[in-house]
Nanobody
Framework: QVQLQESGPGLVKPSQTLSLTCTVS??????????WNWIRQPPGKGLEWMGA???????YYSPSLKSRTSISRNTSKNQFTLQLSSVTPEDTAVYYC????????????RGKGTLVTVSS
């Protein structure tokens, strides 16, 4: 049973970089054909797919966030990380990491999520 756990600051100031880490247990992030996604849900809105890193290390980003988003991984720790730069209050959301068979919003397992608030 694969489990995912998000971690990182719950409060980020405008213009700063949001950084979150997803720790995966019960399976390796290098296992063939799985994609490790970041998804968010602003208050009162729907889910938004942000990007993913594949088992191979290839990365995929939402066109609307591509200029501000970076996803990387640490295979020795079985973790992958999201960085979102130049944040604004509109980036306030619950952020989820998730495993799927493709770099999309359709996922198999998802972490519980972590609320990140952007405020001065």
């Amino acid at each position: 049973q694969v489990q995912l756990q998000e971690s990182g600051p719950g409060l980020v100031k405008p213009s700063q970089t949001l950084s979150l880490t997803c720790t995966v247990s019960g399976g390796s992030i290098t296992t063939n054909y799985y994609y490790w996604n970041w998804i968010r849900q602003p208050p009162g809105k729907g889910l938004e797919w942000m990007g993913a890193i594949a088992y191979s290390g290839s990365t995929y980003y939402s066109p609307s966030l591509k200029s501000r988003t970076s996803i990387s991984r640490n295979t020795s720790k079985n973790q992958f990380t999201l960085q979102l730069s130049s944040v604004t209050p509109e980036d306030t959301a619950v952020y989820y990491c998730a495993r799927g068979r493709s770099p999309t919003i359709a996922t198999i397992e998802r972490g519980k999520g972590t609320l990140v608030t952007v405020s001065s």
